[in-house]
């Protein structure tokens, strides 16, 4: 192995991370410097710099990124209603990014030779963190120990954790999670132990964020969201900063059952995977952005972002968020969003969201006077629909003729 003389590691704090740091001292001989980034996850983020201060690191950064990570990365991935294979909501997939950029950006504050990530070599991350890093300093350098120690169970992991005196959670084995799970402001996922079955139904204590359908409220939730410019800005006339209202709709979509998902996903990497998925705001969010869209968007630029859309999330599950597609791709949705302004109406119940209002003082092209029932003092002529109508039939009819 080469020596190096600093690499900055994306550090949860975790069993894993904490091997790595170690493996990492001993296996490069290197300085390591920590970056942890709270996205939302709901942990206390304080033992992971005591945890990486006894392991002897003297630069550590613990960065607040929930403003920018909902901001910068969620809400543009929203204004394209995105979804992958047409149920992912992309919570995994869309902080990685982010995370990418603040190591690569960190490593040339610290004058660092490389980054280092605690993905395997099964899965997305690893691919997204280290395209990420590429398309923004070419020249890193990335070190990913999945791929390259002999650590392969939890077992090796504790006994190397042992033998170096790496601190590890002291939790009961029946108290620990089962399943591998990653948690930021957009989701929480899991992974792993039964999951790996995908024929058995995941147990109910399973989910942490939503209740189940069956026990949630017996009344609807009313709520109103208003946007601006693609954009959710205010809940129920409040305004909210964009971590903010998606905290609130989680905590609301989680009361009512809404937003859980049982997935079997196709990976970047060639395997199939399945996982489960809690979304609460972001599944709400999802709804009420295409229902403003439905009053202010035109039928054709509609239809075309509903085309580009499967491509984009393509782009963010594999890892291409900072290449020069979805950037382009991004220009094109952004400009359609300068109409995406009013306010949406929603009914939350037992596991739905269902849309029963929506309304743009500025951008609206509902036009009560053409698509009445009622007379409409001539603002349609009906009887241009004969023309129009026979223009399209025809080659209806020639096909028709020849072919029978």
């Known amino acids: 192995m080469s020596v190096l003389r600093k690499v900055v590691l994306a550090y949860s704090g975790g ?3 904490s091997i790595i740091l170690k493996w990492l001292q001993d296996t490069y001989g290197c300085e390591v410097v920590t970056f942890t980034a709270d996205i939302g996850q709901g942990e206390e983020l304080e033992p992971a710099r005591r945890k990486a201060e006894r392991l002897g690191v003297k630069e550590i950064f613990i960065e607040d990124l929930r403003e920018s990570f909902v901001r910068d990365f969620v809400f543009p ?8 294979e047409g149920e992912y909501l ?3 997939s869309i902080a990685r990014p982010l995370i990418a950029q603040r190591l690569v950006e960190i490593a040339a504050e610290v004058g660092a030779d490389a980054i280092a990530h605690g993905a395997t070599g099964k899965g997305n991350d690893q691919v997204r963190f280290e395209l990420g890093a590429y398309a923004l300093n070419p020249d890193i350098r990335v070190i990913a120990p999945w791929r390259e120690w002999d650590l392969t169970s939890r077992e090796k992991l504790l006994g190397y954790a042992k033998i170096h005196d790496i601190p590890v959670e002291n939790k009961a084995a029946g108290q620990r999670s089962p399943y591998s799970m990653d948690a930021n402001l957009l989701h929480i996922s899991y992974e792993g132990n039964e999951l790996e079955d995908p024929w058995l139904e995941p147990d109910e204590s399973m989910w942490r964020w ?8 017996d009344h609807p939730t009313l709520i109103e969201i208003e946007f601006r410019q693609g954009d959710p800005v205010a809940l129920d006339g409040a305004p909210l900063s964009p971590a903010g209202m998606l905290t609130r709709l989680n905590q609301i979509g989680g009361e009512n059952g809404i937003g859980r998902a049982d997935i079997v996903e ?20 999802l709804k009420a952005h295409r229902a403003m869209e439905s ?13 580009l859309m499967p491509r984009y999330a393509s782009l963010i599950y594999n890892g291409y968020w900072w290449s020069p597609e979805r950037r382009m791709l991004q220009a094109a949705i952004d400009h359609t969003q300068s109409f995406v302004n009013g306010i949406v109406r929603l009914r939350l119940y037992k596991g739905n969201v269902s849309v029963v209002g929506r309304r743009s003082e500025t951008h609206s092209l509902f036009d009560t006077a053409i698509a009445t029932f009622d007379e409409d003092a001539g603002a349609y002529r009906q009887a241009d629909a004969e023309g129009f109508i026979k223009l399209n039939a025809l080659r209806l009819r020639v096909a028709a003729r020849r072919h029978g």
């Not at 990497?269 to 969010?285: A, D, F, H, N, Q």
């Open 210 to 217: 939503t209740r189940s359908p069956q026990n949630a409220p």
């Open 77 to 84: 991935m929203f204004r394209a209603n995105t979804l992958y």
């Open 90 to 92: 992309l919570g995994t």
């Open 266 to 285: 196709n990976r970047y990497v060639g395997m199939k995977s399945r996982g489960c998925y809690e979304t609460p705001g972001g599944t709400i969010l």
């Open 15 to 17: 069993l894993d991370t």
């Open 295 to 307: 009053l202010t968007l035109d039928r054709e630029m509609a239809h075309l972002k509903d085309e």
